[in-house]
């Protein structure tokens, strides 16, 4: 049997989902010496041969930016007093051109001093990707579409849907695609969600368009709730316990290179999967990009959700091992709120009697929203009685209106 409970006050919370605007950056890969001084190399139009003049190039020392240059009439360009690194990102943008990233993997054994051998061949944007989304035939606006090249390792590049649901790419002629759209909540009515779709798309000609009808989600279908980070670990809560979870690729944006056989350690708790990401060199710093393709199983719909987990490492760490397991002071507002609904069987209902949702609760607790804040009456019962749910019972009976336990 669940207890509910009735709140001091009841909050409805819109959570906004944000998308990074990237245009079509892709990812090239070349190996040199490592740099002690000057960085030198010519940019060249990858069909042509021929030198690109007016080009921004970039140094990134891991995901921080060290310098800017232009290229000359000759494609070349230099930087000049670059500190030793293992490995740098030479982020290239010019006009007509995808903007690309090339991921330059240094050989510590060589320290040369120098590094004027580089050579960046560039995909010209020479044709154009229309998508148009529509769900059960009806156009949809305002949806961050995704393009990741499948020709090289590519940040992804995305676009807004316009009243038309159109959204349009400038892409490279001969190159190949992914676009996925994410799934559409209509008039934020979880009754009323289409899954998203992925679509591979061959750029065959100077015009391409590609048309997305979302379906619409069956009833019950596993959903990812939101997610959470400190340092580089990322907790992911669903809508229902996970009877298993895959890790099928990783990737960081920055300063580490990941185990591709497994890129992730993944630890299970009823609705939460913790992933730790497995670095096999460098080291993962605040402000990297890490992504992870999951698939989940769902233990009581038996539906899977497969998609991506997406975060920006912070600068927390995850040192807690000399800390006693009964410490309950680094709760998060997903670990107390995940105890209190799934662990022991306790809820929070609004005036009307219904079930307040458990993603309801939560971005009420990270907003700080009385009574749901881990400083407030109630958020303080549950992280004193984290372990203990008799006790957390009889504590949240004297912090809610009323203080009588409603079967649920």
């Not at 051109?97 to 020479?126: I, K, W």
């Not at 009243?163 to 676009?179: D, E, H, K, R, W």
């Amino acid at each position: 049997m669940r207890k509910a409970y009735l709140p001091v006050c009841v909050v409805t919370l819109l959570l906004l989902a944000l998308a990074l605007s990237i245009s079509c950056a892709a990812k090239n890969k070349t190996s040199a010496s490592a740099p002690r001084g000057q960085i030198a190399g010519m940019v060249i139009d990858s069909i042509s041969g021929q030198p690109v003049n007016g080009a921004t190039i970039k140094l990134l020392l891991g995901s921080n930016l060290w310098s800017a240059t232009t290229s000359d009439s000759n494609g070349a360009f230099a930087f000049y007093g670059a500190p030793a690194a293992s490995r740098l990102i030479l982020e290239f943008s010019g006009k007509g051109y995808c903007p690309m990233n090339f991921d330059v993997e240094t050989t510590q054994a060589e320290h040369t001093g120098q590094l004027t051998d580089l050579l960046l061949s560039v995909v010209r944007a020479d044709a154009s990707l229309n998508v148009i989304l529509s769900a059960n035939g009806a156009f949809m606006p305002n949806i961050a579409i995704s393009l990741q090249s499948m020709s090289y390792v590519s940040l992804p590049a995305t676009a807004t849907t316009n009243a038309q649901g159109l959204a349009n790419f400038s892409v490279g002629s001969g190159q190949s695609y992914t676009v996925s759209a994410p799934p559409v909540e209509i008039n934020n009515n979880p009754a009323d969600e289409y899954t998203g779709a992925s679509v591979n798309v061959d750029i065959h000609d100077l015009a391409v368009s590609v048309f997305i009808d979302l379906t619409k989600s069956p009833p019950n279908e596993m959903k990812l709730i939101s997610q959470g980070v400190k340092g580089d670990v990322v907790t992911a809560l669903f809508t229902e316990p996970i009877a298993s979870i895959d890790v099928l690729d990783g990737q960081v944006y920055g300063n580490a290179t990941l185990n591709q056989q497994n890129p992730a350690s993944v630890r299970v708790a009823g609705n939460q999967a913790v992933l730790t990401p497995n670095v096999v060199s460098g080291q993962i710093v605040a402000g990297d990009s890490i992504s992870f393709t999951v698939r989940a199983q769902g233990a009581q719909t038996q539906t899977w959700w497969d998609g991506p987990i997406e975060y920006v490492a912070t600068d927390d760490d995850d040192d807690d091992d000399d800390d006693d397991d009964d410490d309950t002071v680094g709760l998060t507002c997903t670990e107390a709120y995940m105890d209190m609904y799934t662990t022991c069987s306790l809820f929070f209902e609004d005036g009307s009697g219904n079930e307040i949702p458990l993603d309801s609760v939560i971005a009420a607790c990270e907003a700080g929203t009385s009574p749901y804040a881990l400083d407030d009456a109630c958020g303080i019962c549950i992280v004193d009685n984290y372990d203990d749910c008799t006790a957390m019972e009889t504590c949240l009976a004297s912090c809610v209106s009323g203080g009588a336990a409603v079967a649920g």
